[in-house]
């Protein structure tokens, strides 16, 4: 028994004066600096490349989105039949939303450039249904849009550290959308045959009928006819 009295204290006196060197302490603002600050801009400026050319590559024709989608006459639509469209032409993230990868040929019909959230109504080649389709024309995206960020589908949740990396990526990439759109002349908009490609979200969350009188497309780029 006094020989194990005599191990376990000196056990203890060797954790005791071992403990100062077996622990490091880091201050908060070590810690942020041995993670590393995140940089938006270069994290885009690594995918952007990809970016494009996926939603070149492999956007769908809005025309047919549209078109698979049944609206009651009230403009709603069941949610599982959205599920379906969404699961045969674009992706749905882990927060319920669908979203498209998208190309369109039209004429636009009306401008709306008043406010920094300019916007276009574009009547989409080869659809004649009722869904209206909105195109943002900026200089201004709205701040809660992520649609080209979650369309893509290699920009995922678990590459970051935390939400608000995840969500400044967004905001990168909206705004390097609203930059390149900078050049638009709203006035030259107006009653033109437009090409675009770009993205757009249906969000379901909670739903069982989803609003679909309306749709809204961020894009990547526009070119008139």
């Known amino acids: 028994m ?10 203890a006196i060797v954790g005791y004066l071992g403990w100062p060197y077996a622990v490091t ?3 908060i603002e070590d810690d942020g600096a041995q993670a590393g600050t995140f940089d938006p801009a270069a994290y885009v400026d690594g995918v952007w490349e990809r970016l494009e050319s996926t939603i070149r590559d492999e956007s769908v024709d809005l025309a047919s989105i549209l078109g698979a989608m049944r609206p009651n006459e009230t403009g709603f639509a069941q949610k599982d039949e959205l599920t379906t ?3 045969e032409f674009g992706l749905i993230t882990a927060g319920e939303a669908h979203v498209y990868m998208v ?3 039209g004429t636009v019909t009306a401008v709306a450039a ?4 300019g916007t276009l109504e574009l009547s989409v080649e080869g659809y004649e249904g009722p869904v209206v389709v909105e195109v943002y024309i900026g200089p201004r995206i709205p701040s809660d849009e992520s649609s080209i960020r ?14 608000t990396e995840y969500g400044k990526v967004a905001s990168e990439i909206n ?8 050049s638009l002349d709203p006035a030259q908009l107006d009653g033109a045959r437009i090409r675009l490609f ?4 249906i969000r379901t969350f909670n739903l069982v009928e989803i609003d679909v009188r309306q749709v809204s497309v961020v894009p990547l780029w526009i070119e008139i006819e």
């Open 25 to 27: 302490i880091v201050s």
């Open 114 to 117: 008043d406010t920094s959230l």
């Open 2 to 11: 006094r020989r194990l009295l005599g191990l376990a204290l000196v056990a």
């Open 198 to 201: 770009g993205a757009m979200t």
């Open 150 to 163: 979650d369309a893509v589908g290699f920009i995922s949740f678990g590459d970051f550290r935390e939400q």
């Open 175 to 182: 705004r390097r959308v609203s930059e390149a759109l900078s």
């Open 103 to 105: 190309r369109a040929t």
């Open 85 to 87: 469209v969404a699961e």
